[in-house]
């Protein structure tokens, strides 16, 4: 069945392809003796601009980022220090198992480091998140360092190497969060 499919798709998309394909010059009309050339067509307008969607503004606190995003997956990161990835047994209630949730964390991790950075950012405290200071965007490049080690390690489908890995991450956060989220008036209430 899955065959089927395939050639289906692949007859489909040649038919698409020549219905949008231009004539060929011998099969376009020739004017007749006495005629005037076919006029060009009009060239085409410029495109519009498409409005901003607001993808770089923040809709969160940091601390929502981190919450979100940050924190469940670095636990299912760390969860390969005492649970197997490859022993873990399918559940209906969950789309993606095993190591690909490993790989899928890191990513996330690394992506949500993007979302970490856009100005603008509030702490949860209402002050401004410290996206500009150079040792808040440091830090968040050593997180996304961090994660693609996990990312890697994770790939070899190698237990010990995620569990080596781990500790870069857990260093990661730990340089961040001894400035900015453990000091009072900083980025906590």
Partial sequence: MRIFRVVLAIILLVGLMALQAPAPRAAQAAPKAGQAAPKAAPAPKAAAKVPAIGFERPYGTLAQVMRGINFPNSNIVFDVQSDDPAKQKPDLKKVYAGWQTVEYAAVAMQEATNLMLIPGRKCENGNAAPV?????????????????KVLLAAKTRNVDKVVDATDDLSDACANCHMKYRDVKDRCTP
């Fill in 132 to 148: 500009a200071q150079a040792d808040y965007r440091g830090w968040a490049q050593g997180l996304v360092d961090a994660a693609g």
